[in-house]
C-alpha cells in the first residue's frame, strides 16, 4: 500500500519560497514507471497541475507553464521523498497542496495515490 | 493552458442515471486518451475513479462508467446512491506535457 505523508509549514510571507515535502512509503521515488506530482486546489483556481520528477535513465521534470518561472521539483533519493520550492510567492498561492503519484508516466494523468493536502497561506 | 468545461452542477434521484460531460479540445481530450475523472468528498483528496477514459480501478464501483466522443469525455454514474453526492473533476494530457483539469460539477442526489 503506498503512502504519501506531507510536511512543510502552512503559513508563507508574500515574496517567500514555499517549500513541502512528501515522504513515500511502498513506492520508490527512482520506480522507472512511476511519476510524482505536485497538485493544489483553491476556491478560484480549481484544481491545478504544478509539476513532476520521474526517473528513467536520468531525471526528468515537467512544469505547468503557470508556474515555470518559480517552480523546483526534488527527488531525494537517500530519504525516498521529494520536495516542491514555490518561489515569489503571492496571497494568489494561497491553495491544499497536494503530493500524488501517478503509476505509469505514459498517461500522464492517472493520479492514484495523493498525499493528506497541507493548507499554504501567503499572508504577511 | 485553458481548463476543461464541465457542468457546475448536476443533480439526480436515487437509483436513476446522471452524465457529467467535460469538453476539451483538439489539443488535449481529442488527441489524447489520458483523460480521467476523480470524486471528491468535502475536506477529503480526490479519489480516482476513471482513467484512460474508459477504465475502472481496481475497486471503484461498476456504476461508475466513462465514455469519449471527440472532444468530449463523459462519466456516467447508473443507480445514483447517496455517497455518490460529491464533485467531480475531468482530467487530461495536453499537447506540451502538461496536464489540465475541468472546473468541476457537483453531484446533487435529490
Known amino acids: 500500500q503506498v503512502q504519501l505523508q506531507q510536511s512543510g509549514p502552512g503559513l508563507v510571507k508574500p515574496s517567500q519560497t514555499l517549500s513541502l515535502t512528501c515522504a513515500i512509503s511502498g513506492d520508490s521515488v527512482s520506480s522507472k514507471s512511476a511519476a510524482w506530482n505536485w497538485i493544489r486546489q483553491s476556491p478560484s483556481r480549481g484544481l491545478e497541475w504544478l509539476g513532476r520528477t520521474y526517473y528513467r535513465s536520468k531525471w526528468y521534470n515537467d512544469y505547468a507553464v503557470s508556474v515555470r518561472s518559480r517552480i523546483t521539483i526534488t527527488p531525494d533519493t537517500s530519504k525516498n521523498q521529494f520536495s516542491l520550492q514555490l518561489n515569489s510567492v503571492t496571497p494568489e498561492d494561497t491553495a491544499v497542496y497536494y503530493c500524488v503519484r501517478d503509476p505509469r508516466i505514459t498517461s500522464a494523468v492517472t493520479f492514484d495515490y495523493w498525499g493528506q493536502g497541507t493548507l499554504v497561506t501567503v499572508s504577511s | 493552458q485553458s481548463a476543461l468545461t464541465q457542468p457546475a452542477s448536476v443533480s439526480g434521484p436515487p437509483g436513476q442515471s446522471i452524465t457529467i460531460s467535460c469538453t476539451g479540445t483538439?489539443?488535449?481530450?481529442?488527441?489524447?486518451?489520458?483523460v480521467s475523472w476523480y470524486q471528491q468528498h468535502p475536506g477529503k483528496a480526490p479519489k480516482l475513479m476513471i482513467y484512460d477514459v474508459t477504465k475502472r480501478p481496481s475497486g471503484v464501483s461498476n456504476r461508475f462508467s466513462g465514455s469519449k466522443s471527440g472532444n468530449t469525455v463523459s462519466l456516467t454514474i447508473s443507480g445514483l446512491q447517496a455517497e455518490d453526492e460529491a464533485d467531480y473533476y475531468c482530467?487530461?494530457?495536453?499537447?506540451?506535457?502538461?496536464?489540465?483539469f475541468g472546473g468541476g460539477t457537483k453531484l446533487t442526489v435529490l
Open positions: 482530467t487530461s494530457y495536453t499537447s506540451g506535457t502538461t496536464v489540465v
Open positions: 483538439s489539443s488535449d481530450v481529442g488527441v489524447y486518451n489520458s
